[in-house]
């Protein structure tokens, strides 16, 4: 049990960690997409 515990939070910190960075990801195609249509 004390094993699938720290597995299961390994696997969760690597999965929010993955979504955090496609976030900032978008986030900067975002900007970049928004400041080419303001030239």
Do not use: C, G, H, P
């Not at 299961?8 to 900007?31: D, G, K, P, W």
């Amino acid at each position: 049990m004390k094993s699938f515990s720290s597995d299961y939070n390994e696997r969760y910190t690597y999965q929010s960690a993955f979504f955090a960075l496609i976030n900032v990801i978008l986030l900067n195609m975002a900007r970049k997409a928004s400041l080419y249509n303001e030239y």
